[in-house]
C-alpha cells in the first residue's frame, strides 16, 4: 500500500460538471483530491479489504439475530423502547439491506481494524462507485496509469441489480434532508440506480413525508410502501411519527434492524461475542469494568457522526473532534488503533457492502489521525 502522486486531468473540472459531481465542501475547499491516489496489490485487496469485510458482515448479522430478542441488550444500546418491537419484526421478516460501509485502519502489512460499521446512512457513495472509477478508465486511456491497472469497484452493478431485487413492481420514494448537499447527491445516485434497475422513483425531502390512516404518503398523496430515507433511526425514532403504526407498514431502506449495527455501542457487543478476532479492535460500554483500565482508546458516544464528540485518548495525549452534542446516550471505549501515515496524511479504508457481498472501496484521508467531516476523498488504484 502506497500513496502515489499522479497529475490532475487537465479535464477534471468539464469532467465533474458533465457528470454532476461536486468536488469541493460548501466553503469551496477541495473534498476529492487526484493529486495522489493510493495503490494496493490485489492480494492486498483479496485476502485483507474484500475478506474482512464479508465476514464481519456476517458477523454483524449474527450479532442481530442474537440482539433482537434481548431487552437487555436493547437497553445497553439505548434504544428506545417503543422501538424495540418495530426492530424485532423487521429482522423477523428478514426486511432486505441495500448496503453498508465499514471503515477501516489499515497499513497494508497487517490486518484491517474495523473502526466501526456505517450501516444506517453511509454516504460518500457516488465518488466511489462511480467518480473514482472515471478516474481509472480514463487514466489508462491517457497513458498516466498502466493498462492493466484496476479497482476494487463493483459497487454501481451491484446496486442496480439489488435494488431490482428488492423493489421489485413496488415502485420506491427516497427521501433525505435536501438542503444537505451530500445527502442529496447520495440520494441522486441511489435514484438513478434504481431507474437503471427499471424501478420507478419519487425523491422528496424529509419534511415532505404525511401521515394518513393508510400509512406515510407523499405530497402527492401516494402511499409509500417502500422507502430509501438518509435520515438515521435514532432521529426516526425520536421524531413525532416516532411511534406511529406506520413505522411497522412500511419497508424502509436501510431497515429499522440497522439501528443496531449502525450504534457504536454494537462494537463492545461485537468483542464480547468474538474477542480477539484479527479484524476487531477491543471494545467495551464505558461503565463496564474492562474500560476502566484502558489507558489508550478512542472514546466514542453510542450516537455519533462524521467524528463529532469523538476523543482519542493516549495516555496523557488527548485528541478531540469536533463538538456536536452527542455523548447523552453514553459512550464505549474502543481500543486506540493509530492511523497509518503517508506523507503526513491519515488514509481510512471505506470498505463498501451491497447486500451480503463485498462491492468496493474507497478512501478518505484527513490531516489528523481523527478522521471529521473534513477528510478529502481520494482515488485508488490496483496494480500487481
Not at 349 to 376: H, N, Q, S
Amino acid at each position: 500500500m502506497k500513496r502515489v502522486a499522479y497529475p490532475v486531468r487537465a479535464n477534471m473540472t468539464r469532467e465533474f460538471a458533465e457528470i454532476g459531481f461536486r468536488p469541493t465542501f460548501d466553503d469551496g475547499a477541495p473534498y476529492w483530491d487526484e493529486s495522489a491516489a493510493y495503490v494496493f496489490r490485489l492480494d492486498q485487496i483479496e485476502q485483507d479489504i474484500e475478506k474482512a469485510a464479508e465476514e464481519l458482515h456476517a458477523l454483524c448479522l449474527h450479532l442481530v439475530d442474537e440482539v433482537v430478542g434481548r431487552e437487555r441488550q436493547l437497553a445497553r444500546l439505548k434504544i428506545p423502547e417503543h422501538a424495540w418491537g418495530v426492530i424485532a419484526e423487521s429482522w423477523r421478516r428478514r426486511d432486505p439491506s441495500l448496503y453498508g460501509r465499514f471503515d477501516f485502519a489499515y497499513d497494508g502489512r497487517h490486518p484491517p481494524k474495523m473502526l466501526e460499521y456505517n450501516a444506517d446512512t453511509p454516504t460518500a457513495l457516488y465518488e466511489a462507485a462511480v467518480v473514482q472509477w472515471r478516474w481509472l478508465e480514463q487514466g489508462i486511456a491517457d497513458g498516466r496509469l498502466p493498462r492493466d491497472a484496476d479497482q476494487f469497484n463493483s459497487a454501481h452493478e451491484k446496486l442496480i441489480a439489488r435494488l431490482g431485487e428488492i423493489c421489485g413492481d413496488w415502485g420506491l420514494h427516497l427521501a433525505c434532508m435536501t438542503s444537505a448537499a451530500d445527502d442529496s447527491g447520495t440520494l441522486a445516485y441511489l435514484a438513478d440506480c434504481a431507474r437503471q434497475a427499471k424501478v420507478e422513483t419519487a425523491t422528496l425531502d424529509m419534511s415532505q413525508i404525511g401521515l394518513s390512516s393508510a400509512g406515510f404518503v407523499d405530497p402527492k398523496g401516494r402511499l409509500i410502501r417502500r422507502i430509501f430515507k438518509l435520515y438515521p433511526w435514532e432521529w426516526m425514532f425520536a421524531d413525532d411519527f416516532g411511534r406511529a403504526p406506520a413505522l411497522a407498514q412500511t419497508r424502509f431502506l436501510e431497515p429499522p434492524w440497522k439501528q443496531i449495527l449502525s450504534n457504536k455501542g454494537a462494537l463492545a457487543l461485537l468483542w464480547e461475542k468474538a474477542p480477539r478476532h484479527p479484524n476487531l479492535l477491543e471494545c467495551y460500554f464505558e461503565d463496564a469494568r474492562e474500560a476502566q483500565g484502558m489507558r489508550r482508546y478512542a472514546r466514542k458516544p453510542l450516537y455519533s457522526r462524521e467524528g463529532a464528540d469523538i476523543e482519542l485518548i493516549g495516555g496523557a495525549e488527548v485528541m478531540r473532534g469536533v463538538s456536536d452534542g452527542y455523548g447523552a446516550e453514553g459512550f464505549v471505549r474502543q481500543q486506540l488503533q493509530p492511523l497509518p501515515e503517508f506523507d503526513g496524511r491519515y488514509p481510512v479504508i471505506g470498505a463498501w457492502i451491497v447486500g451480503d457481498k463485498a462491492a468496493g472501496m474507497g478512501v478518505r484521508e484527513d490531516a489528523t489521525p481523527l478522521t471529521t467531516e473534513r477528510a478529502r476523498f481520494l482515488p485508488h488504484v490496483i496494480l500487481g
